[in-house]
């Protein structure tokens, strides 16, 4: 598919009196029209922060220092279309807020802190409508209970006039999702949508965006600590750690054919069927390393089962392409384009 938003080199920095915290760190990302892109890696990996820079979401004292955010628009029924690069948008300006919600969405673990408790969804929902679209109150209404009907709320004439409270944890992921949609962007970023959900209302919340992305066409920036939901999700993975993407690709060459240590330990991790979550097969061994005291070379080093003294700590892997959509940034790979040797898939 063609490619709705491109980040090339960005770095997004957080300025603290103990120095300089690189969160993201050289980030290049495509998310194509109508495809699920999922942003995989442990917490603290720099997922969220992507994410965020993409609408000028960071906050102080974070902010994005370098890189490109190129965003296509129009262009899909054959008309000329035009090319925004939303790294050179105004934080809080008017012409990032018009992208925000428009061509761009983007929903969050936790619905509570994105509604307003004292309002009705469904006066938040006119509202939100009537930011982006040039329509009467009641309009906004009848579009605010058709979306909620969309989104599997039952009786939406009636709930529309609910307050967020009313609603379970599920139902309010629905609403965000509602009101996520109200303006048609054609992105929707989700970050960690279902991680505070139980498995069951996880589930549906899955089958739903799914559902919507067949019916909408829109692309899904999906964040995820989680592969069991990548493998649900994803029509392409990046996985993150300590700031950068150190492998990305189609998700059936990610499960099948990983090649990142990083990647093959967290594959590792998915609990089994009948398995409970804490009898994981393995964990990937140690944690994520302060980012602001990032190890030299590879950033995976201290935890690497492939670590190679003297290069995997004195050399920065660079991204090696792997094929037209696939690429990794490992020292076992590379060179003249084959694995190196000790490489895993080396051996003949
Ligand atoms: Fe492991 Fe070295 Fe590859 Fe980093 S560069 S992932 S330490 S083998
Ligand atoms: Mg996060």
């Known amino acids: 598919g063609e490619v709705l938003v491109e980040l090339r080199g960005l770095k997004t ?138 989104v599997n709320i039952p009786n939406p004439g009636r709930l529309v006039d609910s307050y967020p409270f009313q609603f379970s944890g599920g139902m309010r992921q629905r609403v965000m999702i509602a009101m996520a949609l109200s303006c048609d962007p054609g992105l929707l970023i989700a970050d960690e949508p279902t991680t505070a959900l139980d498995v069951t209302t996880q589930a549906q919340i899955m089958e739903l965006l799914k559902r919507l992305q067949r019916e909408l066409g829109m692309a899904i920036m999906f964040i995820t600590h989680d592969m069991g939901v990548v493998a649900e999700m994803a029509d392409d993975v990046a996985i993150m750690y ?53 190890p030299a070379g590879c950033v995976f080093h201290t935890r690497c089962d492939a670590f190679m003294p003297g290069r995997c700590d004195a050399t920065v892997p660079p991204p090696v392409a792997l094929g037209p959509d696939r690429q990794v940034r490992c020292l076992l790979y590379g060179g003249d384009g084959g694995p190196a040797p000790g490489a895993p898939d080396a051996q003949t």
Do not use: W
């Not at 820079?53 to 899909?76: C, T």
């Not at 492998?247 to 499960?255: A, L, M, R, S, T």
């Open 242 to 294: 300590l700031g950068k993407v150190v492998e990305k690709g189609p998700v059936d060459d990610i499960f099948h054919d990983p090649k990142h240590p990083y990647t093959r330990a967290l594959l590792e991790s998915i609990p089994k069927i009948g398995h409970r979550r804490r009898e994981r097969l393995r964990s990937i061994k140690g944690i994520v390393p302060d980012p602001a005291n990032r």
């Open 13 to 150: 920095h957080f300025f603290t009196d103990e120095g300089t915290v690189r969160a993201v760190d050289g980030v290049d990302l495509e998310i194509r029209r109508g495809r699920t892109l999922c942003v995989v890696g442990e917490s603290g990996c720099g997922k969220s922060i992507t994410a965020r820079s993409i609408l000028q979401l960071v906050e102080a004292p974070g902010r994005v220092v370098d890189g490109r955010i190129l965003l296509r628009r129009g262009g899909a029924d054959g008309g000329p279309g035009e090319v925004v690069d939303l790294a050179g948008l105004k934080p809080g300006g008017k012409e990032i807020r018009s992208v925000r919600g428009k061509d761009i969405a983007m929903i969050f673990q936790e619905p509570m802190t994105s509604l307003s408790l004292v309002h009705t969804v469904g006066n938040q929902m006119v509202e939100a409508i009537r930011v982006h679209n040039d329509v009467g109150k009641r309009e906004a209404r009848e579009r605010a209970v058709e979306l909620l009907g969309m």
